[in-house]
């Protein structure tokens, strides 16, 4: 029988639907849809791409105040300099009292055209120093309340006010990430090239009835999975393994041979492809520097930033559709430690990428980094609620108007990000 969790799993693949409070689940909107109150996707419809940096980014190295003399104080070992004495190690001036790590160089010419921009001093306001308990509170975007059920991405799938593709909500990592938990479908997958859809038993049912999968679908009766489960078989088609292996991304988009890279270029593939995706999630692991902190963070800010920089060129014509940011769970200590890293610590910062992006400028509140503006005496606080900027982006860009409903019990007001 199928119930309200659904699990279509082959080759990395796994399509979920988590029914949530006794709502109707997957199949009952496929029923929906199939009488003909759902709508096809527009091909004009934005998207939300999201990049989690998994480990707590540290956003005074990410963007340090360009004046670092304080800083250098605090961190005599990792604290960079503008000067261009440093040569290799000095920081990018961004013209607005920050730098940006030279690692980031690949984001330079985006900030230079005003489709970058950074929110600073941002983070949860719960106070928790755990990663697992951050990460969950700033995905169910419920901070401090555990056991939130859905995930504030899939509750902005919901909050669409259409139907969709079964492509519509895509992670591409080998589970469901807790962003995208809910009553509303989403796929994780690593690879597309090895996307099937296979229910258990269904190709020996098939096999007996002398048909494949696909036209169990089509003898569906009356219809009830025949839309939805024909949209899926379109997609698949249209993402066949061979087209994918042929698949070139744009002149100049070289992407790293990593797993952000890869998963970037699928997204991208996604995209252009026209398969109806509304919003996409990838991740980015390793920030959480405890020791030797610059070396590991310049690796990872330059994969993050190459990636980025990739993806923006391979979209070409689609770039008017799509916004991007990125999110942490929490920042790193302001004072380095004895083993030349950073801890656990409040603040962070974050990039958002787009053409409507109001660009070229750090949004935010930066308190500085005197001793009596830091938060317990030793961390950025957070003066910008992340979900003052997920509720610019959903609401701005995707068209979800109800704040309550994408953020349950918080009464903030969204971060202006977004040029109207």
Request: with cysteine; glycine share 14%.
């Amino acid at each position: 029988m199928l119930t309200r969790r659904l699990f279509l799993k082959s080759g990395g693949i796994a399509l979920f639907t988590l029914g949530v409070g006794g709502g109707p689940g997957f199949l009952a909107r496929a029923a929906i849809a199939a009488q003909g109150s759902g709508s096809t996707p527009s091909r004009r419809r934005k998207i939300l791409v999201t990049i989690f940096q998994r480990g707590a980014m540290d956003g005074l190295a990410a963007v340090p105040p360009i004046d670092g003399t304080l800083l250098k104080t605090l961190r005599p070992r990792l604290a960079m300099s503008g000067a261009r004495a440093e040569g290799d190690r000095a920081l990018l001036d961004l013209g607005t009292g920050f730098g940006l790590h030279p690692a980031f160089e690949p984001l330079l010419p985006l900030w230079k055209e005003k489709r970058l921009g950074i929110v600073h001093a941002v983070g949860s306001p719960d106070p928790t120093r755990s990663h697992f308990d951050a990460q969950d509170f700033m995905e169910t975007g419920t901070p401090g309340r555990k056991g939130t059920p859905d995930g504030w991405l899939n509750r902005a799938v919901g909050l669409l006010g259409h139907e969709g593709s079964p492509f519509r909500a895509v992670a591409m990592t080998p589970s469901l990430p807790r962003s995208l938990y809910g009553g509303e479908p989403a796929i994780a997958v690593t690879n597309l090239a090895d996307f099937k859809v296979q229910l258990p038993g269904a190709d020996r049912t098939a096999a007996v009835a002398g048909h494949g999968f696909e036209a169990l679908y089509e003898q569906t009766s009356p219809g009830l999975l025949r839309d939805t489960g024909g949209e899926t078989f379109r997609a698949v088609h249209m993402l066949s393994a061979a087209e994918i292996e042929r698949y070139k991304p744009a002149d100049g988009a070289d992407y790293p041979k990593t797993p952000l890279g890869n998963a970037l270029r699928q997204i991208a593939l996604l995209i252009k492809s026209d398969v109806g995706l509304e919003i996409a999630f990838a991740e980015s692991a390793g920030w959480d520097t405890h020791v030797q902190q610059a070396p590991s963070f310049s690796r990872q800010a330059l994969d993050l930033a190459r990636s980025i920089q990739a993806f923006w060129t391979d979209l070409g014509a689609f770039q008017d559709r799509v916004v991007l940011t990125t999110m942490t769970e929490f920042g790193r200590t302001v004072r380095e430690n004895g083993s030349g890293g950073t801890d656990h610590g409040h603040g962070s910062c974050l990039f958002v990428v787009g053409n409507a992006v109001d660009g070229g400028k750090v949004h935010g509140s930066f308190p500085g980094l005197a001793e009596g503006a830091l938060y317990e005496g030793r961390d950025l606080p957070v003066t910008t609620d992340f979900r003052s900027v997920f509720c610019e982006l959903a609401g701005k860009h995707l068209g979800v108007k109800d704040d309550a409903k994408l953020f349950p019990d918080w009464t903030g007001r969204r971060l202006p990000l977004l040029k109207a």
